[in-house]
Nanobody, 116 residues
């Protein structure tokens, strides 16, 4: 069993930065990828990026150059560094774990609001 807890959300002005964290606990060895998604009001959940067990990362074109994914050396926390934030980045951000045995676990989400 894997549990995910996101943190770091909040309110920021356009052009600002936030760093979200996703702390994973439980059977960490079964995780093959940790993904970040977001969902804005009235919109579908959108894939932001991922980091796989090897450490390779990928981010969506919509945030490339502004968002970066990394993880702590211990591997139990994944970060989403968000720079040059725009009003359209306002959403609830979710962490998702994909498991080697086919499971998919979601965190509770953290709200990010970009507003002047």
């Amino acid at each position: 069993q894997v549990r995910l807890v996101e943190s770091g959300g909040g309110s920021v002005q356009p052009g600002g930065s936030l760093r979200l964290s996703c702390a994973a606990s439980g059977n960490l060895g079964s995780i093959i990828a940790l993904n970040w998604y977001r969902q804005a009001p009235g919109k579908q959940r959108e894939f932001i990026g991922r980091i796989i067990s090897s450490g390779n990362t990928r981010v969506a074109n919509s945030v490339k150059g502004r968002f970066t994914i990394s993880r702590a050396n211990a591997g139990n926390t994944v970060y989403l560094q968000m720079d040059s934030l725009k009003t359209e980045d306002t959403a609830v951000y979710y962490c998702n774990a994909e498991g080697s045995i086919g499971y998919s676990v979601w965190g509770q989400g953290t709200q990010v609001t970009v507003s002047s």
